[in-house]
């Protein structure tokens, strides 16, 4: 079994910040330093979308979208993937969900986090 669980969500103004976390747990503990780990959205009618994703050796690549507002970074002593939200606008809003994946097949969902930006 494995777990992702996210938090850090919320309401916040445009241009405003947040910092989302997953922490991952089950039989992923012991070998989360080999998964890569991704962070994705889906807004309301609309497909989900692959937001940030960290390779296990740190490699990093973001959508077009938030390059230079969001960053993505892991701490495998934790087991945790953090994603650095800034610059926020109206069209973040969505649903943000923390994904694990590795080689065989494997890929894991956490349950989702709301943030929304609104003034």
């Known amino acids: 079994q494995v777990q992702l669980v996210e938090s850090g969500g919320g309401l916040v103004q445009p241009g405003g910040s947040l910092r989302l976390s997953c922490s991952a747990s089950g039989t992923i503990g012991s070998i989360f330093s080999t998964y890569s780990m991704g962070w994705y959205r889906q807004a309301p009618g609309r497909q989900r979308e692959l937001v940030a994703r960290i390779t296990s050796g740190g490699s990093t690549n973001y959508a077009d979208s938030v390059k230079g507002r969001f960053t993505i970074s892991r701490d495998n002593a934790k087991n945790t993937v953090y994603l650095a939200m800034n610059s926020l606008k109206p069209e973040d809003t969505a649903v943000y969900y923390c994904?694990?994946?590795?080689?065989?097949?494997?890929?894991?969902w956490g349950q989702g986090t709301q943030v929304t930006v609104s003034s």
């Open positions: 994904n694990a994946a590795r080689a065989g097949g494997y890929s894991y």
